[in-house]
């Protein structure tokens, strides 16, 4: 699983003209699914994302998490983080999770990240969306599942 965290101002989300999700000051998160990817998996990274200390405090030290300065998610689902490129110039998806199964872990994700965080908008799977931010700092983080769980033993 791949999670593309960008701190942002605001961001939001539209399919076909019409905004779908909006959010101010928090993250938006960009979600890869893999086909090896499970619930245990999706909870691991929604903690550690909810974790993450990458907001300013009164000192300017990157120190505050999400739930401390009462920030929002705009989580919306990309396939195209398990792109392959190796090999030539189209890019491979074969790692990337089957629609139906990572759909299903998408909602899970979208069912966590609600128990902890007050404000969850959400793309919409599949979809053509238009996706605007503006980004604070800017900072962004990768998570993978496959880096950071290997190195602490799950």
Known sequence: MRFVIQRVKEAAVSVDGEEIG???SGFLVLVGIAQSDTRAVADKMVKKMISL???????????????????????ISQFT?????????RPSFINAGEP???????????EQCRREVPVVEEGCFGADM?????NDG????????????SQIGS
């Open 22 to 24: 909006r959010i101010g």
């Open 53 to 75: 200390r990458i907001f300013e405090d009164e000192n300017g030290k990157t120190n505050l998490d999400l739930k401390t300065i009462e920030g929002q998610l705009l989580i």
């Open 81 to 89: 983080l398990y792109a392959d490129c190796r090999k030539g110039n």
């Open 100 to 110: 139906g199964m990572a759909n299903d872990l998408y909602q899970y994700i979208l």
């Open 130 to 134: 238009k996706v605007s931010l503006v």
């Open 138 to 149: 800017p900072f962004t983080i990768l998570l993978d599942s496959e880096d950071i769980f």
